[in-house]
């Protein structure tokens, strides 16, 4: 019997889609010229390339296109949005960053690298559930502060922020205000200005678009530094050829994304839903963590007492199903994941994690596999476990 | 990213469990760490007739524990005595580089098993346990400064 392949981590990344990967195609062979040539075939890719541009402005609500800008990455984006703001704004003084305990590496590392520069990074704390309090942002913001980033859904516990409440903070106080979208993008409804953010991250290969491509919108006027200095593509901001197919796919996907959104989330919410309550109803000693409202609506991420997240990855794997975990043991650290520990978890709940986040091809057939297989490997984990032993001895 | 031969263990651990009225019990390792192996021996004779343990934590950790006790069942105390982690570490084919402290935790159960059952004959010892998680075991073992075996 062939094994089964279940992918459950569409949040670490997703397949691309057929129709996006029909719309890149002709950039790869036949439309190779460089966006920034004269003759027609440069000519016909920049046109191309201004029309993804226009498309993810409108699917994201922007102004103008102008306020697109691609990058490599979603976390060249976010690198971006707070190393160029903060150069930008040095000169004048500025000097404080306020950002949340929970953000992905692509922030905390970047504060962490700024922190040695001589800035002073504000690690606001989240509730129980992953909440940041818009008080507490106000509180924390000083006469030095830049500007203050908050990602908009988590990539591990899937809690979305009050980004709106945030950003009218923000205005008032006149500090920029970025969010890394990388997870939210596709999955949740965006709209800049109504969300009030001055700067917002993207990345192409979390919604059925390519991988090596992401976005960074900057609201017009404000103003950032390079990170990268070169030629005159993206205006001289974001020098370096353009990737004209990877522009193409992740604008391809955006718009198919946000068509058809509500049909997808309603989808792989249901999916969620069926695998949280199962997981609840069969296996004892379980904790969901993260919020059951306000959620990501792909993301379930539930803590198995008394077992070790790597050993239940490395037997689901042996199942076929690809999940992940917030374990030390598969990060190659001694600490357990960051936002599980922001969140309160203890070491030991928190090294039992595991996350599963849904997708367009799983089915409820794949659930229930997923449910009879957790059952049977947390039984059997939990029998070699000393943890358990000791927990049962201490409830004879 | 783990050799055939830790992925045998960790799939087919041999003596999972508990030995009723065991000789000498011994327990490293704490859950901040994510590693806590337990070590059951029964002992007849000045030699290890069996051994059984229980481990929470990663599948090198469940790996390195099957075969440490693979490795001291028949011996003599004072030859499962100088079974050292890079012992357990080559009978797995080795082990990536970060997960090298699991078999140090191995080492240190044997021991720590082998200390209980000195303690309950009175008999003495040197033995110096691992009282936790010192962070001292992260990525290089105590006995192998280059990681990998």
């Given at each position: 019997?062939?094994?089964?392949?279940?992918?459950?981590?569409?949040?670490?990344?997703?397949?691309?889609?057929?129709?996006?990967?029909?719309?890149?195609?002709?950039?790869?062979?036949?439309?190779?010229?460089?966006?920034?040539?004269?003759y027609s075939v440069g000519r016909s890719n920049r046109k191309a390339v201004e029309e993804?541009?226009?498309?993810?402005?409108?699917?994201?609500?922007?102004?103008?296109?102008?306020?697109?800008?691609?990058?490599?990455?979603?976390?060249?984006?976010?690198?971006?949005?707070?190393?160029?703001?903060?150069?930008?704004?040095?000169?004048?003084?500025?000097?404080?960053?306020?950002?949340?305990?929970?953000?992905?590496?692509?922030?905390?590392?970047?504060?962490?690298?700024?922190?040695?520069?001589?800035?002073?990074?504000?690690?606001?704390?989240?509730?129980?559930?992953?909440?940041?309090?818009?008080?507490?942002?106000?509180?924390?913001?000083?006469?030095?502060?830049?500007?203050?980033?908050?990602?908009?859904?988590?990539?591990?516990?899937?809690?979305?922020?009050?980004?709106?409440?945030?950003?009218?903070?923000?205005?008032?106080?006149?500090?920029?205000?970025?969010?890394?979208?990388?997870?939210?993008?596709?999955?949740?409804?965006?709209?800049?200005?109504?969300?009030?953010?001055?700067?917002?991250?993207?990345?192409?290969?979390?919604?059925?678009?390519?991988?090596?491509?992401?976005?960074?919108?900057?609201?017009?006027?404000?103003?950032?530094?390079?990170?990268?200095?070169?030629?005159?593509?993206?205006?001289?901001?974001?020098?370096?050829?353009?990737?004209?197919?990877?522009i193409i796919g992740m604008a391809k996907a955006l718009e198919l994304a946000v068509a058809?959104?509500?049909?997808?989330?309603?989808?792989?919410?249901?999916?969620?839903?069926?695998?949280?309550?199962?997981?609840?109803?069969?296996?004892?000693?379980?904790?969901?963590?993260?919020?059951?409202?306000?959620?990501?609506?792909?993301?379930?991420?539930?803590?198995?007492?008394?077992?070790?997240?790597?050993?239940?990855?490395?037997?689901?794997?042996?199942?076929?199903?690809?999940?992940?975990?917030?374990?030390?043991?598969?990060?190659?650290?001694?600490?357990?994941?960051?936002?599980?520990?922001?969140?309160?978890?203890?070491?030991?709940?928190?090294?039992?994690?595991?996350?599963?986040?849904?997708?367009?091809?799983?089915?409820?057939?794949?659930?229930?596999?997923?449910?009879?297989?957790?059952?049977?490997?947390?039984?059997?984990?939990?029998?070699?476990?000393?943890?358990?032993?000791?927990?049962?001895?201490?409830?004879? | 990213?783990?050799?055939?031969?830790?992925?045998?263990?960790?799939?087919?651990?041999?003596?999972?469990?508990?030995?009723?009225?065991?000789?000498?019990?011994?327990?490293?390792?704490?859950?901040?760490?994510?590693?806590?192996?337990?070590?059951?021996?029964?002992?007849?004779?000045?030699?290890?007739?069996?051994?059984?343990?229980?481990?929470?934590?990663?599948?090198?950790?469940?790996?390195?524990?099957?075969?440490?006790?693979?490795?001291?069942?028949?011996?003599?105390?004072?030859?499962?005595?100088?079974?050292?982690?890079?012992?357990?570490?080559?009978?797995?084919?080795?082990?990536?580089?970060?997960?090298?402290?699991?078999?140090?935790?191995?080492?240190?159960?044997?021991?720590?098993?082998?200390?209980?059952?000195?303690?309950?004959?009175?008999?003495?010892?040197?033995?110096?346990?691992?009282?936790?998680?010192?962070?001292?075991?992260?990525?290089?073992?105590?006995?192998?400064?280059?990681?990998?075996?």
């Amino acid at each position: 019997m062939q094994k089964p392949v279940i992918y459950l981590d569409h949040a670490a990344t997703t397949y691309v889609k057929p129709e996006v990967f029909e719309a890149m195609k002709p950039y790869f062979v036949e439309e190779y010229g460089n966006a920034s040539s004269l003759y027609s075939v440069g000519r016909s890719n920049r046109k191309a390339v201004e029309e993804a541009r226009a498309t993810i402005a409108r699917c994201l609500g922007a102004n103008e296109p102008g306020e697109i800008y691609f990058t490599g990455s979603g976390t060249e984006a976010d690198n971006w949005a707070i190393k160029g703001s903060v150069l930008a704004a040095r000169k004048k003084g500025g000097k404080h960053i306020i950002t949340s305990a929970i953000e992905h590496p692509a922030i905390m590392e970047t504060c962490k690298f700024l922190k040695k520069e001589g800035f002073d990074v504000t690690y606001l704390p989240v509730d129980s559930e992953g909440f940041v309090d818009p008080a507490d942002v106000e509180k924390a913001i000083r006469p030095d502060t830049i500007i203050v980033s908050i990602m908009y859904a988590n990539n591990e516990i899937g809690t979305i922020q009050p980004i709106k409440a945030i950003g009218e903070i923000t205005k008032k106080h006149g500090v920029l205000f970025h969010c890394d979208a990388v997870q939210a993008a596709g999955s949740i409804p965006i709209d800049v200005k109504d969300l009030g953010v001055d700067m917002l991250s993207i990345s192409g290969h979390k919604f059925y678009g390519p991988k090596g491509i992401g976005a960074l919108y900057i609201r017009k006027g404000v103003r950032l530094e390079n990170l990268i200095h070169g030629g005159h593509q993206e205006r001289g901001k974001r020098p370096g050829t353009e990737n004209v197919p990877g522009i193409i796919g992740m604008a391809k996907a955006l718009e198919l994304a946000v068509a058809d959104m509500e049909q997808y989330t309603g989808k792989i919410r249901q999916l969620r839903d069926k695998a949280m309550n199962l997981i609840m109803e069969r296996i004892p000693h379980v904790k969901l963590n993260g919020p059951v409202e306000n959620r990501l609506p792909g993301n379930l991420n539930i803590s198995f007492r008394f077992i070790e997240g790597e050993s239940l990855l490395l037997m689901l794997d042996m199942k076929g199903i690809k999940a992940s975990s917030g374990s030390a043991c598969s990060s190659g650290s001694l600490d357990p994941s960051h936002v599980l520990m922001a969140i309160g978890l203890s070491h030991e709940i928190a090294h039992g994690s595991l996350r599963m986040s849904f997708g367009d091809h799983n089915t409820e057939g794949e659930v229930d596999y997923l449910v009879d297989s957790l059952e049977e490997i947390v039984t059997r984990l939990r029998s070699m476990s000393p943890l358990y032993e000791d927990f049962i001895k201490a409830n004879k | 990213m783990y050799s055939d031969k830790v992925m045998d263990h960790f799939t087919n651990p041999r003596n999972v469990g508990e030995i009723e009225n065991a000789d000498g019990v011994g327990q490293v390792g704490n859950a901040k760490c994510g590693d806590i192996m337990k070590m059951y021996l029964k002992i007849e004779d000045g030699i290890i007739v069996d051994a059984k343990f229980k481990t929470f934590g990663c599948g090198a950790a469940v790996a390195t524990s099957s075969m440490a006790t693979e490795l001291i069942k028949g011996k003599t105390i004072k030859e499962a005595e100088m079974i050292t982690n890079k012992a357990v570490l080559e009978a797995l084919d080795g082990l990536p580089p970060a997960k090298v402290h699991c078999s140090v935790l191995a080492e240190e159960a044997i021991a720590a098993a082998l200390q209980d059952y000195r303690a309950r004959n009175g008999m003495e010892t040197d033995y110096v346990g691992c009282s936790g998680c010192c962070g001292g075991c992260n990525r290089t073992s105590h006995h192998d400064e280059n990681g990998e075996a």
